[in-house]
């Protein structure tokens, strides 16, 4: 495996950072990473060694207010006005450029917990830019919810001011998403089982930090739009997706991941696939039973990009 850094330059100044990791041999397909909220794509390492080992590239992009990208604005803060638009159009950006430098390759979009939000706006706006999709860590946000919850985002951006932290979404979120796994060790032992994990991300400076009342407002806005009925009709039938988690997360309680498979049927979506792990909590691809949820990623792979598989084959004969 080799690991490549790079920049996006965006249109409005902002530099974002890239990681890429190369196979040894040519790629069979493209897996682009998009994170979750208060975290960077460098953590993905692991599941891009497991990738890349498979024949796949692996892009990833540290979203605005994350990761290095963070170093060009604030720490949990996608941007002043339309936050949501401007990491869509990233996310789509670097899709278009990986596309560019190798048109026939396979792409698939993985999105994890927020990232999933965003890669599903993305689709909704370029319903072909992807050939499958996975969501990882993800839900189907009630819409009365949303709006309740940003309409609370609201309040504390003009009380305490739109940059500064929203201390109260946060505390009914993250706060209230530990407290299921009482008595705790730490306040993220909602993410996995794993305590190792668990300690590197409270260690990291870069995970873990409260977002802005703006970066919240923007992301229930997001939601609303992923989760209405008529846009959700935009994507292709047979696009293939894979949902998957665990039945501890708390993010998805109350059967989320359910309810977001058969939000996408009910769209018409004809390939949707959910797994679901017992006891694995948020962050699956960190959890004490990665291993299999990592190689149960990449027999999906297999099956949902066929075109990949042929592609591999092909190189194979030529070599």
């Known amino acids: 495996m080799h690991y490549q850094p790079d920049w996006l330059e965006r249109p409005d100044a902002a530099r974002l950072r890239v990681h890429r990791w190369h196979p040894d041999s040519p790629p069979r397909a493209t897996l682009l990473i998009s994170h979750g909220m208060a975290e960077h794509a460098q953590r993905y390492q692991r599941l891009a060694a497991s990738c890349t080992e498979e024949g796949y590239q692996v892009v990833a992009l540290d979203q605005r207010g994350h990761g290095a990208s963070a170093a060009c604005g604030q720490l949990g803060h996608f941007a002043d006005q339309h936050g949501w638009r401007a990491v869509i159009d990233d996310l789509g950006a670097l899709l278009k450029q990986v596309r560019r430098e190798q048109p026939t390759l396979p792409i698939c979009l993985l999105g994890h917990s927020m990232g999933s939000y965003i890669s599903q706006g993305l689709l909704l706006q370029q319903p072909a830019a992807a050939d499958a999709l996975i969501l990882s860590g993800s839900n189907a946000h009630p819409p009365w919810l949303s709006r309740l919850a940003r309409f609370g985002a609201s309040i504390e951006g003009q009380l305490r001011g739109w940059q500064q932290p ?137 099956q949902a990009l066929p075109a990949a598989t042929q592609h591999q084959e092909n190189q194979n004969v030529q070599a």
């Open 166 to 302: 929203a201390l109260t979404v946060e505390r009914l979120s993250f706060g209230q998403f530990n407290r299921q796994f009482h008595p705790n060790r730490t306040r993220a032992d909602w993410l996995s089982r794993d305590p190792l994990e668990v300690d590197q991300y409270l260690n990291d400076p870069l995970c873990g930090f409260a977002c802005s009342a703006r970066l919240w407002h923007d992301l229930f806005g997001g939601l609303l739009e992923i989760a209405d009925p008529i846009a959700l009709q935009r994507l292709p039938a047979s696009l293939p997706v894979l949902i998957i988690g665990g039945d501890a997360d708390p993010v998805s309680a109350g059967d989320g991941l359910k309810k977001l498979c058969r939000r996408l049927q009910h769209a018409g979506l004809e390939r949707v696939e959910l797994r679901l792990y017992p006891g694995a909590r948020h962050e699956l691809f960190n959890e004490t039973n990665r291993a299999q949820a990592t190689q149960d990623l990449l027999d999906w792979l297999v």
